[in-house]
């Protein structure tokens, strides 16, 4: 019995996808760079003008090395009686957290928060998913995993691995 | 103390300009009985909102910028008040208010400034008249491939605008811009206002909606060619400012 609890059933990464980072952050931040590298320069302030241009490309390349890590360190794997979920729920620690599918309240999926996120994951196929418990807070006892590939097919996924044991 | 001042005028002119563009589209949605969920002045963290009865508003730290989010704007949704529920027509109006606000007011401030400039309201009349021929023929040589457009990005834009002196200068530019907006806005590349008509106008031919699945791969490769096309727009922005 429990060798059959410890055989994954499913298992969920965050993508890193270059493409998506790049584009999204562009699309985010360009308006905001490019109107302020031209007042710098309009402004005669030619090196903060060439600092903003860094700093632009600064921001995507740490993003990016962000990204990586973040992908890295992010799973969650289903299991035949529970979940698990390793990484960063927020900003700083990396957390690992488990719940039994009879402890979970909710899970739902989204497609971006932010207006260019939203555009650019349906575009891409990408999607966030998050697990709500029935006990404690989400922020203390939650999960979540952002940027999964082909969302729609694995919320299906995992409608079929979960069942209807989250009663 | 210049670099403020020209801060403001940029926020200024880029604001309320994305104001009266998101304003137009707003109204004119409400007044098709569209349920429009959000109203935003600017892009980023919020810093301030209120809830209406069915819209909330918000003031985000970015003001360069802005959107107006309606029910069933990007995704299939069964409500009768929904934005693809709507009639084409309704639809074409709502898309369509923003890009003609833009050209109109821009219009309008033209006409104003060159009244006060010749001292008579006919005389300005008369003027505007000559820019929106000359607007126009240089609409026809640019599609026609006769004549060569000077593209300038919002690097060159926000360098126009903080080199404007006085009033009169500014308000002209600001009214050139407008209008550049409006028309830019018109251009039928997905993602833009102009994106958005030719899929409307697409679906009344075929009487058939085009699939939220194309129209949501064309915005993104829409966006996708005008990143591009902001990219060398702003290296040569950047170019021309060195020389």
Known sequence: MKKENEKELLKL????????????KLAEVYLFFALLIGLCFATKRILYGILMILVLILIIFFKLVFEKRKSNQTVMKFYEDRVEFKGKMFLFKTEERSLKYEEIKDITFTQGATFFEK????????????????????????????????????????????????? | MSFVIGALKIIFLIG??????????????????????????????????????????????????GYVRMLGEEEDVEDERAFKNVSCWKRLAIVFAGPIINIFFGLLLFWVLASIYNKSPYAGLIVTKRYLVMLFQSIVGLVSGKARAGVVGPVGISSMIVNTSGWFDFFYLMAIISVSLGITNLLPIPGLDGGKIVLIIIEMIRRKKVSEDTELKLTALGMLLLLTIAVFVTMNDVGNLFK
């Open chain 1, 13 to 24: 990464k965050r993508v890193f996808s270059p493409k998506y980072i790049l584009t999204e």
């Open chain 1, 119 to 167: 555009r650019f994951q349906k575009a891409f196929g990408y999607g966030n998913i998050y697990i709500y418990p029935k006990k404690g807070t989400y922020l203390t006892h939650g999960m979540q995993i952002e940027l999964v590939e082909d969302i729609f097919s694995k919320v299906e996924q995992i409608k079929n691995v979960i069942g209807d044991k989250m009663i």
């Open chain 2, 16 to 65: 309320f300009l994305v104001f009266i563009h998101e304003g137009a589209h707003f109204l004119i949605a409400k007044k098709s009985g569209v349920k429009v969920l959000e109203f935003s002045l600017g892009f980023g963290k919020k810093i301030w909102s209120k809830k209406g009865e069915e819209t909330e508003y918000f003031i985000r730290m970015i003001p360069l910028g």
